[in-house]
């Protein structure tokens, strides 16, 4: 299980950290602070002493040339300093929809926190030096199945499945290397919103929004 505890790279520069456009003497406690990246980690970091299961679960939202929107459950890897990060095969639905579209978005919920984030954003593709370090900690079947799945694409048959397993474990050996079809997405964001439970539904929300990475942030609280 990762931890949010740590710092995660610094993402080019991209974190910018400029001086807020709104007075924030409400926003104290758990909402403190003057980066959003910090606050995150800080919830994830507490969420994974309370949640029974997957504490860096996200509900990942994409649409396809339509405009007909999708949504999935994957793991958050990483809270970077100016990013969040995710692993996928690239020619899945969701690697397809993402590289056209360039935008993602999620919301991370803890129903033990009664807390949740939403994240809107620019995706970019992590398939370097970074992604094969991450490979490199997952299990041996979880890097053979990575191989062996073509994710999203029509399966005859569990037993096709395994059989294709078995193929590619033959052929990669006991330390496969990353599949060039498999790696990370970067989701930069131009929007994030923290909320958490308020008696009688008079929810805390508070909204950081940007219009370009490199902008400084602008926070404001919202009606529940």
Known sequence: MPSFRRWGRDHQGRAARGRQE??????????A????????????AEAEGTE????NAIALATVDETGM???RMVLLKEIEAGAFVFYTNYDSTKGREIAAAGKAAFVMHW?????QIRVRGLTEVED???ADAYYATRSLKSRLGAWASAQSE????RAALMAKVATVTAQKGPNPPRPPFWGGIRIIPTEIEFWADGAFRLHDRFSWTRREPAEAWRVQRLNP
Request: charged share 30%.
């Open 22 to 31: 709104a007075e924030m003497t409400e926003r104290t406690g758990i909402f």
């Open 33 to 44: 602070g003057d980066d959003p990246f910090e606050i995150a980690r800080a919830w994830a």
């Open 52 to 55: 029974i299961n997957d504490p």
């Open 69 to 71: 929107p999708n949504a």
């Open 111 to 115: 129903k033990s926190l009664r807390r």
């Open 128 to 130: 370097g030096p970074q």
């Open 154 to 157: 029509p399966l005859e048959s």
